[in-house]
């Protein structure tokens, strides 16, 4: 069984601080893990996936297979920045399961 | 830039009656999927399509679900008999390579069953 946690409901942060959200999977292969967003108003759409190793808006996130946890970061936050940030896991084949999600909100 | 569109954005139907949710995967996808997110939880997989069948579903997806591809570009969902519980967001999505690619996500169908 694949599953994807993401501990925090709401983060909320001043423009201008660091960000960090959480995310932890349970999977017993090799899994594939992806950030995706949504901004207000907005389709859901892919931030970042770990295979790209970039740096997206200025957001990373590394894949630490020890601690079966992919967190997303970011030195400073932005206004623009506020989201619903969902961690997304796929397994073997096409189902890519996704965790409850965080919604980010950056205090001006 | 292309998108993947849904139509309708908001269906309100009656607990027992029959919907179908229809959506335009971008053009050069080959692989179709369809979400749901009930109000306050997590986006859910139902079920992928690829070449004209189901490849995955999950168990979620029972006999009152259908998929369908009936023409080179719709991709509906069809809830033969609907529940109070399926109220939800449909998100359908296509992604080109299935297992090595990304989803590409619509905006959603919000339905409501009364």
């Known amino acids: 069984a694949q599953r994807v946690t993401q501990p925090e409901k709401l983060l909320s942060v001043f423009k201008g601080a660091p960000v960090e959200l959480k995310c932890n999977y349970s999977y017993s292969g090799s899994p594939e893990l992806f950030w995706y967003v949504q901004y207000s108003r907005q389709r859901l759409q892919l931030l970042l996936r770990?295979?790209s190793r970039e740096s997206i808006k200025g957001f990373t996130a590394d894949l630490n297979k020890g601690e079966t946890s992919f967190h997303l970061k970011k030195p400073f936050a932005q206004e623009e920045d506020s989201a619903m940030y969902y961690c997304a896991l796929r397994g073997g084949y096409q189902k890519v399961t996704f965790g409850i999600g965080t919604k980010l909100q950056v205090i001006p | 830039e292309p998108e993947v569109t849904q139509t309708p954005s908001h269906q309100v139907t009656q607990m027992g009656q029959e919907v179908i949710l229809r959506c335009v995967p971008i053009s050069n996808h080959l692989y179709f999927y369809w979400y749901r997110q009930i109000l306050g939880q997590k986006v859910e997989f139902l079920v992928s399509f690829y070449n004209n069948e189901i490849s995955e579903k999950s168990e979620i997806f029972d006999d009152q679900f259908s998929v369908e591809r009936p023409d080179g570009s719709n991709f509906t969902l069809k809830i033969r008999s609907t529940k109070l519980e399926d109220s939800a967001m449909y998100f359908c999505?296509?992604?080109?390579?299935?297992?090595?690619?990304?989803?590409?996500f619509g905006p959603g169908t919000r339905l409501t069953v009364l």
């Open positions: 999505a296509s992604s080109t390579q299935g297992g090595q690619d990304y989803l590409f």
């Open positions: 770990h295979i």
